[in-house]
């Protein structure tokens, strides 16, 4: 692989993680700063329209909840001058509260995205969310009853990495 090729990869991957964090942590600045202004996003029946649009949405759906979680692997990446493809596993954990019951929610799907470079930042033209298999069920109480993680920018991870972690790469 080419040096820049590593590089792109990388600031492309490095999105994908971004828009993980942002939505666990209910962050919609850096959420709008992993598409293009322009871009699009498609999940199922769930969401189809802008990508501005879809982190607002998402970002209100989050906050209604209790907490949620959302891990990334199996990133897959195609680079063709500034333009990619991508591939990437989420496995998000979701808890909210259903008539008076703690449920937890659990969704494994891909994100099928495509990017462009432009001024010289990677970002999405189009998500395409492909949901594989989900599951509803009723929580038990915490292992060890400590929450420390805030859905917001007072998140202890901020204090370390910084407020704007690449949401302006």
Do not use: C, H, S
């Given at each position: 692989m080419e040096?820049?090729?590593?590089?792109?990869?990388?600031?492309?991957a490095e999105q994908i993680t971004n828009y993980a964090r942002a939505m666990d942590r209910i962050d919609r600045?850096?959420?709008?700063?992993?598409?293009h202004g322009d871009g699009t996003a498609r999940y199922g029946t769930m969401f189809d329209g802008t990508a501005r649009d879809f982190i607002d949405w998402v970002c209100h759906q989050h906050s209604r909840m209790v907490a949620h979680v959302h891990r990334i692997s199996n990133i897959l990446i195609t680079l063709d001058g500034?333009?990619?493809a991508s591939e990437a596993y989420v496995h998000a954990v979701l808890?909210?509260?259903?008539?008076g019951?703690?449920?937890q929610g659990t969704a494994y799907g891909r994100y099928l995205d495509r990017w462009s470079r432009r001024n010289g930042r990677w970002a999405i033209d189009h998500r395409e969310y492909v949901q594989d298999i989900d599951e509803v069920g009723n929580a038990g109480p915490p292992l060890v009853g400590a929450i420390?993680?805030?859905?917001?920018?007072?998140?202890?991870s901020y204090?370390?990495?910084g407020a704007s972690t690449s949401s302006s790469s």
């Open positions: 040096p820049n090729e590593t590089v792109d990869k990388l600031a492309i600045e850096l959420g709008y700063a992993v598409w500034d333009r990619a808890r909210f509260e259903q008539d019951v703690m449920q420390g993680g805030r859905r917001d920018r007072t998140d202890p204090a370390v990495l």
